[in-house]
């Protein structure tokens, strides 16, 4: 067995080796360190400003975002309550109307009422509103702006203002009155919950559902908005509910607003927006219509995709177009949007707008039930008008028979009388019946009327009497 020799000298060698190894490896560690230690720094000091910068920004946001809010919400509550006092103050002027006698006070309470309404049209058009739940209170504050503009230039003219025109404003007033009660009853309830209209639409998206349903009894379904429009015969005949005059077939709404563009307003320069849809009786595709001088509102049917209402406004001034003209273009444009055979069976000028009614005419047979009327500005020389809710609810193919000569007929006009015109008709009863009749246009000398006679049992199945009113003729 070999015995190991191991000196003194060798051992202490090894130890003074591993000492500088030692110190070899901690020198280079420490040299590490040193080479880290502004690299850290660097990134801590970046992450520090980053922070800093983030938390600045989320701030400036932040207080921006609450600024934005905040005015946005002054807009809002201002222009409701400026609405609802107006439509206050409308209620005011329209309730002290009847007891006016001077043309002066007539003139300035018109003036006042035209401005209210101008006022509440403002508030509806900035409120974020369910546009479907305001349409028809739009459409008639502007046109009891549009009768006070018509009866304040009548004054100015020295023409006096009939009675039944008068009565008007008492048809206006009790209108006016059913949507203040409704406002201030909603304005009340706002005000007891604190209602914010922006955090309300932050989570509605089809408009402010909170404020649009307790705004839903301005709708025509729910208020009786009185006629202004100078109607001929048969014009209001909307008995049944059942939607027989359109396609089954649904359009896209992409499709809608094409028809309004290449059709509608073809050769038009227009801007198009899509607002809330209906989804009455007669479903519709809702949209502003832009043009370089007028906004109009326009409702495409979902079935088939025809124009079911148009709403504009007239400019003022004097008539350029003439009564045929007007005529004319009423039936070219309906029959270039998609309404077959359309006829003007009636005419009436009030002021500068021409109101054409015109229904299908087939094998010489008027359809009455299937009218739709247009509005013609014939100072601009535009159609500004146009509603097919008798078409979109009637309008089928007929099977029509006339089993009693029309000599025959005519002996039930009694005597003393001058036949204007005779006309084949189909027309609707008040229960909603459809027969076809003879139409007498004749005058006594009482004044003019129109007869109806059934043309299957040879009875007078309905008479009317034209009555002019300041040149406004109604059939009563």
């Known amino acids: 067995m070999k015995k190991k020799i191991v000196s003194e000298d060798y051992e202490e060698e090894k130890k003074e080796k591993r000492s500088n190894v030692n ?34 920004a989320y701030y400036q946001v932040n207080k921006s975002s609450k600024q934005n809010a905040n005015i946005l919400e002054g807009v809002y509550t201002s222009s409701y309550y400026s609405m609802v006092d107006n439509v206050n103050n409308l209620s005011v002027d329209l309730a002290k109307y009847p007891n006016l006698s001077t043309k002066q006070a007539k003139l300035s309470t018109m003036a006042d009422m035209s401005e209210d309404c101008s006022y509440i049209l403002a508030g509806l058009s900035v409120l974020p509103i369910n546009q ?26 020295n023409k006096m203002l009939s009675q039944e025109e008068e009565l008007v404003f008492d048809k206006i007033g009790l209108v006016v009155g059913k949507i203040k009660t409704n406002l201030n009853k909603q304005m009340d309830g706002m005000y007891d919950t604190n209602f914010n209209f922006v955090d309300a639409g932050i989570f509605d998206n089809t408009g402010m559902n909170e404020l649009s349903s307790s705004m839903g009894d301005m709708t025509s379904a729910n208020i009786d908005y009185p006629a202004m429009i100078f109607d001929g015969p048969f014009s209001t005949a909307l008995e049944t509910k059942v939607v027989k005059g359109l396609p089954k077939e649904e359009v896209s709404a992409e499709q809608a607003q094409n028809y309004l563009r290449d059709t509608v307003f073809a050769g038009r320069k227009v801007q198009i927006t899509q607002e809330t849809d209906s989804n009455g009786d007669i479903s519709t595709y809702n949209f502003l219509v ?18 079911i209402t148009l709403s504009g406004y007239a400019e003022g001034g004097d008539p350029i177009m003439g009564e045929e003209e007007a005529t004319n273009m009423a039936a070219t444009f309906a029959n270039n949007i ?13 002021e500068n707008v021409a109101y054409v009614n015109l229904a299908p005419v087939i094998d010489d047979i008027i359809m009455y039930p299937d009218l739709v009327k247009v509005k013609v500005d014939l100072t601009s020389q535009e159609i500004i008008g146009y509603e097919a809710v008798n078409y979109a609810l009637n309008h089928v193919e007929r099977q029509v028979e006339f089993n009693v000569e029309i000599d025959k007929a005519e002996e039930l006009l009694g005597f003393d009388y001058e036949i204007l015109k005779t006309s084949k008709t189909v027309i609707k009863l008040d229960s909603g019946k459809e027969i076809s009749a003879y139409e007498f246009m004749l005058e006594r000398i009482d004044g003019m009327y129109f007869y109806y006679i059934d043309a299957t049992n040879c009875s007078i199945a309905k008479t009317m009497k034209l009555v002019s009113i300041k040149g406004v003729k109604k059939l009563v």
């Open 132 to 157: 479907e739940n305001v349409v028809s209170a739009t459409k008639f504050f502007n046109q009891v702006n549009g009768v006070c503009q018509a009866y304040t230039k009548a004054l100015v003219d």
């Open 290 to 307: 832009k043009t370089d001088k007028k906004s109009f509102h326009a409702q495409v049917s979902k079935r088939g995709g025809l124009l």
């Open 23 to 56: 110190m070899d490896k901690n020198t280079k560690k420490k040299s590490n360190a040193q080479k880290a230690m502004p690299v850290m720094i660097v990134v801590i000091v970046s992450l520090v400003i980053i922070l800093i910068c983030t938390l600045i």
């Open 338 to 350: 998609g309404f077959e055979n359309m006829q003007a069976v009636w005419l009436e000028v009030h």
